[in-house]
């Protein structure tokens, strides 16, 4: 047994000496939402070396609330099958956690204003339904990524606790970017839970707040070609000293 520690211990030495070399700041320059994949697996060690990493995350007293599950394969392929029916179909969503999306003044700007620079990467008008019925759809095909994580808590941590499940999400793509890859953080991950749970033989009261599908980038899928802006920095910071 000790001996199988030792060996587990090199081997987790050996990986963390392959770790990449990427300043923070290019990281967090780099990523951005991609949405279309290569057919190509994360290598497992270095799947297992990146969320090892994010869970370095900091949480309210160190609770570390999130529960993470990362599909692959041929479990993948299933959720994304039925995922894709059930939104094809019309199947309600069934979503544990509230999400409102009718955003009002500054901030239904910035959403049209995204809207606008995807939908016209993926050559999809203003009254285009069915264009923009295809984009949804491509959601629940997870954007053909090979990998996708649904994150989520129980949800008698309540709001302030989410919050450590967000911290932890953006430390995780931003290590995805430094190990040359990324990804897609997906509220619309939340419409099924209930296929998550059958999946994972989740029984432990956990709820789904969103799903980060990830791989190795296709640059050649038009939809990676759009890039959002951020508001100028008053508009939302303000600094004072008296
Ligand atoms: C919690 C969360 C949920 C999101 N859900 C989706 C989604 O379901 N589908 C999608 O295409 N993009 C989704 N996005 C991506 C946002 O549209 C994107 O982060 C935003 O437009 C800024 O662009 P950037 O990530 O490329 O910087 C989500 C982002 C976050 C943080």
Not at 27 to 39: C, E, K, M, Q, T
Not at 192 to 216: H, N, W
């Amino acid at each position: 047994m000790n001996e199988m520690i030792k060996e587990l211990k090199e081997l987790d030495e050996a990986v963390q000496a392959l770790d990449p070399d990427m300043n923070l700041l290019e990281a967090i320059a780099a990523r951005r939402s991609v949405r279309g994949f290569l057919d190509r697996e994360v290598p497992p060690e270095t799947m297992r070396r990146m969320f090892d990493i994010a869970r370095q995350a900091p949480s309210n007293c160190n609770v570390q609330p999130w529960k993470v599950y990362v599909a692959s394969g041929a479990l993948k392929d299933r959720l994304r099958q039925q995922m894709y029916d059930n939104t094809a179909n019309g199947v309600p969503p069934n979503p544990d956690y509230e999400y409102r999306g009718d955003f009002r003044d500054e901030h239904r700007v910035r959403q049209v204003e995204c809207a606008v620079a995807l939908y016209s990467q993926m050559g999809i008008g203003r009254h285009d339904r069915e264009g923009r019925m295809r984009a949804v759809l491509r959601n629940f095909e997870f954007f053909d990524a090979p990998h996708i994580a649904f994150i989520g808590m129980n949800p008698e941590f309540g709001t302030t606790v989410a919050v450590d499940v967000g911290m932890f999400a953006q430390t995780l793509m931003l290590t995805m970017v430094a190990f040359g890859l990324h990804s897609c953080p997906m509220g619309t991950m939340r419409n099924y839970p209930d296929l998550v749970r059958e999946a994972f033989d989740v029984t432990d009261g956990t709820k789904i707040l969103f799903g980060i599908s990830f791989g190795y980038e296709d640059t050649a899928v038009p939809a990676n070609a759009t890039r959002t802006t951020r508001a100028p920095l008053d508009e939302n910071f303000e600094f004072r000293s008296d």
